[in-house]
């Protein structure tokens, strides 16, 4: 349930940047000291300002190269912070309380930046500092959170009071870094959160895909390569061909939508189209966003990218993607969630996915600029999935920790099971939380990413799950991540049809259904986006109606984390029962009916029926496949017992309020006395 405190943003002592916003998780307290400001020509006092932690040599296994050449051009990330926090976190507590007059009232991004968004006068005041230092500004950001910077090493170094050095790592490869924590004069530094860019070694970030292995299962569906087909996804978790909106049966392919993939490489367009025609789809609707200068062919990490494309297609194939793309161990990797944030007036793209990330302390230069983008992302009524990792409890690879960005409170953090179905492409059996041993695998142990946040604070909609634990816990839900049951993808440069699975498979699978859920809001006459979905997954979970919406798993780990009755940190609320939970989600949550269940499920004409589901209490009519039924009354708030009526037929129940209608998903079958 929505509570009433809000702990979006950690408030811990020494953690704080300007107005009391996020954690700075690299550096502590600004510590001042005095220096020159060569830009005014006066004594002022210098301040260490966040970035990435210099690279430590001894640990990387690194060897001094060289100082860095003078002349060489390096590209930065000036970030600043947003203002008026403490408004801030009461708005989007509200945003999300169906019971609130704000809710779903949702801001355009430019509403959002002149409320929340670093003056104009700070951006120019940094833009003006930035170019007396000798640095070029490449791109200026709408939410004035972000300017993207570029000057040579030696101006670099004069204006951040760094030196930057070449390193060779144990596998050959040269990376950079500067020496120690940067300075900047403190007019600036009282406007600025934070640098990205002065190094290379901390941003990064990796993918989350798990290999099938040859001695897994041949076959677990009917794709090209054995694995899944995007029928036997909508199988396997009951998602059907039509669905009754205000319109009449209706198919959900995500006409109308669009999505946004955070993507750190490219990919080959016709992969994606022998994917799309393989499986009867249309042509895709893709359109590539180059994040700061982009230019790259496709490179190993194509598989990610075509893995997330085609995710999106198996459930929503009419959807527009945008595909984000930037180079790795840039800037960039932050850059990017701002540009989704700000494109949001153009792209509409209301659901966004992303398979890459690291462990929290890995990724600690990266949680404040991310957080911002994705505070502006829940403002707008945008939806995140972030892949919760494939090492289980050891996001690290060493001790528990969990991935970043899953971790924060913005975004839904998706996991990783072990499905079985019934048959081969069949109908859904069970699962358990995923944990591959090493002795099972090459590749070293896998598993869904789980665990709890050592930055985040428990939220206020999780504080019903363990209470006992003050910080943020993922997984928030899961879907089936194990290669042994792995999806089918095409990439002609790996040799055509393969099979692949991990929480880079579940997070875009889990969008894709989202954006199905925001096509049938939009069919049913909702005005508005889903939103942060956590909130209202939370509500489910914690409700007597949980068992309906989802597949609670209790059998199995995440090689740490046991999987238990309800919520646990290998599997979160579980996988998706998909038509229940894309009629809920697909409705107005606040006012909507929607039938859950119904008893008994048979019976003779006359026989009472009780309907258990959400927001009954204004029921009007009942029908019984399309007889009235003559009789009936309103038990609660959701419940209503019904009989039933002289020329009933086997079919659906049909419930109307004053706030629209809902079909249930079963068939209640008439029998003779």
């Known amino acids: 349930m929505i509570g009433s405190q809000f702990v979006k943003f950690n408030s811990s002592p020494g953690r704080l940047i300007r107005s009391g916003l996020f954690a700075s998780v690299v550096l502590s307290t600004l510590a001042i000291s005095v220096g020159l400001s060569r830009a005014q020509g006066v004594v002022e006092k210098q301040v260490s300002v966040a970035s990435s932690q210099p690279a430590n040599a001894a640990r990387l296994g690194a060897k001094f190269l060289q100082w860095a050449p003078s002349t060489r051009s390096v590209s930065l990330s000036i970030n600043l912070p947003l203002q008026n926090t403490a408004q801030l976190g009461d708005y989007l507590q509200r945003l999300s309380n169906p019971s609130d007059s704000l809710y779903h009232h949702y801001l355009t991004g430019a509403q959002f930046d002149a409320q929340y968004g670093p003056t104009q006068a700070d951006y120019d005041q940094v833009k003006s500092w930035a170019a007396s230092e000798g640095l070029t500004i490449t791109r200026e950001y709408s939410s004035r959170t972000v300017l993207n910077v570029k000057g040579s090493v030696a101006a670099v170094q004069s204006a951040f009071g760094v030196k930057i050095a070449d390193f060779v790592l144990p596998n050959g490869s040269v990376v950079y870094s500067h020496d120690r924590a940067p300075q900047v004069p403190q007019h600036i530094g009282a406007i600025i959160s934070g640098v990205l860019g002065l190094t290379n070694v901390s941003l990064h970030r990796y993918k989350h895909v798990a290999y099938q292995l040859p001695s897994d299962h041949p076959s677990a569906g009917t794709g090209p390569a054995g694995g899944l087909a995007p029928s036997d996804i909508k199988t396997a978790y009951n998602i059907s061909n039509l669905f009754l909106s205000a319109s009449g049966l209706t198919p959900l392919r995500g006409d109308g939508q669009s999505v946004a993939l955070y993507e750190l490489d490219t990919y080959t367009p016709s992969d994606i189209a022998q994917y799309s025609s393989q499986f009867g789809f249309e042509a895709p609707k893709l359109t590539n966003v180059n994040v700061d200068g982009f230019n790259s062919p496709p490179g190993y990490d ?296 119904f008893s008994p499920g048979s019976g003779p004409v006359g026989t009472v029926v009780t309907i258990t589901g959400l927001n009954l209490s204004t029921t009007t009519s009942v029908r019984f496949n399309g007889v009235a039924a003559p009789r009936f009354s309103v038990s609660s708030l959701n419940s209503v017992t019904a009989t039933v009526p002289t020329g009933a037929s086997s079919g659906p129940i049909t419930l109307t309020t004053l706030h629209g209608s809902a079909e249930s998903f079963g068939r209640f079958t008439v029998t003779r006395r």
Request: net charge negative.
């Open 302 to 597: 194509q598989l990610e990218v075509v893995l997330d494309i085609d995710m999106i297609l198996a459930l929503a194939p009419n959807a527009h993607i945008y595909v984000y793309q930037g180079e790795d161990d840039t800037s960039a990797v932050t850059d990017i969630y701002q540009q989704i944030a700000d494109d949001y007036s153009t792209t509409k793209a209301s659901i966004i996915s992303t398979s890459w990330g690291d462990d929290e302390a890995s990724d600690a230069d990266a949680i404040a600029p991310e957080a911002v983008a994705f505070a502006k992302m829940e403002a707008q009524g945008q939806t995140v999935f972030v892949a919760a990792g494939d090492t289980g409890a050891y996001e690290n690879g060493v001790t528990l920790s969990v991935n970043d960005p899953a971790s924060q409170p913005g975004a839904t953090g998706v996991g990783g099971t072990t499905l079985t179905t019934k048959s081969v492409g069949g109908a859904y059996d069970y699962e358990t939380g995923w944990d591959t041993l090493p002795l099972d695998n090459p590749y070293g142990p896998e598993g869904g990413g789980g665990g709890i946040s050592s930055v985040w604070p428990k939220q206020s909609w999780e504080s019903g799950v363990f209470p006992s634990v003050a910080y943020r816990q993922v997984p928030d839900v899961s879907l089936n991540a194990d290669p042994a049951n792995a999806y089918d993808i095409y990439i002609g440069l790996f040799g055509g049809w393969f099979s692949v699975g991990g929480t880079s498979a579940t997070a875009p699978l889990w969008g894709s259904f989202a954006t199905l859920a925001n096509e049938l809001r939009a069919k049913n006459g909702v005005t508005t986006t889903l939103g942060f979905a956590n909130p209202a997954l939370y509500t489910l979970g914690e409700s007597f109606l949980y068992g309906a919406f989802f597949h609670d798993i209790t059998i199995g780990s995440n090689g740490y984390y046991p999987a238990l009755p309800g919520y646990d940190m290998a599997t979160g609320w579980g996988s998706f029962i998909g038509d229940p939970l894309l009629y809920y989600l697909g409705s107005d949550l606040s006012t909507a009916p929607l039938i859950a269940s």
